[in-house]
Every structure is written in structure tokens, then in C-alpha cells.
T-cell receptor, first 114, second 115 residues
Framework: AQSVSQHNHHVILSEAASLELGCNYSYGGTVNLFWYVQYPGQHLQLLLKYFSGDPLVKGIKGFEAEFIKSKFSFNLRKPSVQWSDTAEYFCAVNANNQGGKLIFGQGTELSVKP | EAGVAQSPRYKIIEKRQSVAFWCNPISGHATLYWYQQILGQGPKLLIQFQNNGVVDDSQLPKDRFSAERLKGVDSTLKIQPAKLEDSAVYLC?????????????FGSGTRLTVV
């Protein structure tokens, strides 16, 4: 069965620090990959997505992610975090043969100290 | 563009009671999803509709959960009877069509507490 694993449950950083959140998935076929963010009290919002092409994907608010097929990974990065990036981040996978179904990781809570 | 509307935002019930959640997707979105998000976990798909037909309900506990999408627009998710482990946020999402997961829009969710 497909699964998504996020390495860190809770990450604490100071403002201006660099961020990298790990995400690995288990599925041998073609996948679409997503990162979602959930700010406190708000709904899930799409940060970025990868379907095909350039494995380095740029999203909103300065986030980017790199798809490494050989490692089944899709790590999220940001060179300099801000206090407003405090939120929960979810990696998700959609397999091409499963319609629109998303498999989510367990989430990583990011706390940025001012 | 209006978002996905869900109600109520919060609900507290006692175990063995029943509860229903409502979702109004974005106008024109053919595909509707219900996800369950237990505290500390990522959302898990419960059921997926394409118009008013069920595409995937393999993860829906059918002995107590039911869902419908009459007329292919609004949807309701019901739990009867509720158990303590049903405490979670229930998220509704919609997308233009089945093959367009990148078009997902999530609602704000209904937070259910079963006591």
C-alpha cells in the first residue's frame, strides 16, 4: 500500500534560518506530489506541486521542493524562514492510477521564533 | 471564487449519538472528497464522489459512517453511532474533475469531539 513519511514531527527554527522538511513516499509507479500548509485555524492550502518536468519546483511564499525519483523523496525547502511561516506542513502523494485520491504524511509542525 | 463551505465548524456529542456534517463544494466541481484528520495525523480519505456517484469508499467504516451527494452538488457525511475514536476534523474538498488532483480546494473542516 502507498504511504508517505515525513521525517520530523516538530521543527523549531529562528527567523532567517534555512528550512528543509523531509518527505519520502512508497509507490513504484508514476506519482504527483504536493506540499500543503495549514496555518493555525485555517484550511489546508497548496504550497506547490510536481507532476512532471523540472524536478525542482517553486511554490508560493518562497518555498521550493525537489523531486528525487531514485530516493522517492520530495523535500521542502526555504532559504530563510519568517515568523509567519509557523504552521503545519503536509506532504501528499497522488498515484496516477487512483483518480484524485491524496495520501498524506503525518505532518510536520514548524515553529519559527522571532 | 467562493471556497468550499462546511458546517458546522464545531460539534461536541456524546458517544453513541449521531451527527451529520454538510459540505457545499465550489460551483462546477464534479469531484468531492471527505477526509478525516485525527489529531497528530495527516488527512485520510473516507469517500470520493464523482458527481453523485461513489468512486472510492474503501476507507469508510460503513457500519457507522454514511455519505451521500444527492444531485451531484452538496454532500452530507453522517456518523451513527459515534465512538470516541471518531473525534477528528472532517475535511471536505472538491476538484474540477477526477483526474485533476492539483485543482483541490479544501474547506475549513468540522471539528468533532466525542465525549
Amino acid at each position: 500500500a502507498q504511504s508517505v513519511s515525513q521525517h520530523n514531527h516538530h521543527v523549531i527554527l529562528s527567523e532567517a534560518a534555512s528550512l528543509e522538511l523531509g518527505c519520502n513516499y512508497s509507490y513504484g509507479g508514476t506519482v504527483n506530489l504536493f506540499w500543503y500548509v495549514q496555518y493555525p485555524g485555517q484550511h489546508l492550502q497548496l504550497l506547490l506541486k510536481y507532476f512532471s518536468g523540472d524536478p525542482l519546483v517553486k511554490g508560493i511564499k518562497g518555498f521550493e521542493a525537489e523531486f528525487i525519483k531514485s530516493k522517492f523523496s520530495f523535500n521542502l525547502r526555504k532559504p530563510s524562514v519568517q515568523w509567519s511561516d509557523t504552521a503545519e506542513y503536509f506532504c501528499a502523494v497522488n498515484a496516477n492510477n487512483q483518480g484524485g485520491k491524496l495520501i498524506f504524511g503525518q505532518g510536520t509542525e514548524l515553529s519559527v521564533k522571532p | 471564487e467562493a471556497g468550499v463551505a462546511q458546517s458546522p465548524r464545531y460539534k461536541i456529542i456524546e458517544k453513541r449519538q449521531s451527527v451529520a456534517f454538510w459540505c457545499n463544494p465550489i460551483s462546477g466541481h464534479a469531484t468531492l472528497y471527505w477526509y478525516q484528520q485525527i489529531l497528530g495525523q495527516g488527512p485520510k480519505l473516507l469517500i470520493q464522489f464523482q458527481n453523485n456517484g461513489v468512486v472510492d469508499d474503501s476507507q469508510l467504516p460503513k457500519d457507522r459512517f454514511s455519505a451521500e451527494r444527492l444531485k451531484g452538488v452538496d454532500s452530507t457525511l453522517k456518523i451513527q453511532p459515534a465512538k470516541l475514536e471518531d473525534s477528528a476534523v472532517y475535511l471536505c474538498a472538491s476538484s474540477l474533475d477526477l483526474g485533476e488532483p492539483y485543482g483541490y480546494t479544501f474547506g475549513s473542516g468540522t471539528r468533532l469531539t466525542v465525549v
